[in-house]
Nanobody, 126 residues
């Protein structure tokens, strides 16, 4: 069974920073074989792509609204992906989810992901 556990969310003022982490575990889960992604979903809105990274750490892409502010990275030895979020805006308030895709390249499409975490809440005050 694969588990993805996000952490690092919280309340921050506009202009501030947060670093989200997503730790993966599972007896047969070979983390380095999976592309990883971050998505977010605000209340009453559809889930949207934030960032994705390949198995070897190559960035697949960022959503336009986070370019230049967010940075995704991974540490395969620690089975963890990160999302460094800088210059946060109230519009970034959302639940943030990490996901694992059984494809090394990663994807911006949520239907390509096989495993999802429970999410971590990010609230940005104005």
């Amino acid at each position: 069974q694969v588990q993805l556990v996000e952490s690092g969310g919280g309340l921050v003022q506009a202009g501030g920073s947060l670093r989200l982490s997503c730790a993966a575990s599972g007896l047969t889960f070979i983390f380095s074989n999976y592309g990883m992604g971050w998505f977010r979903q605000a209340r009453g809105k559809e889930r949207e792509f934030v960032a994705a990274i390949s198995w070897i750490g190559g960035i697949i892409g960022y959503a336009e609204f986070v370019k230049g502010r967010f940075t995704m990275s991974r540490d395969n030895a620690k089975k963890t992906v990160y999302l460094q979020m800088n210059s946060l805006k109230p519009a970034d308030t959302s639940f943030y989810y990490c996901a694992a895709a059984d494809r090394r390249g990663g994807s911006s499409k949520s239907h390509n992901y096989d495993y999802w975490g429970q999410g971590t809440r990010v609230t940005v005050s104005s």
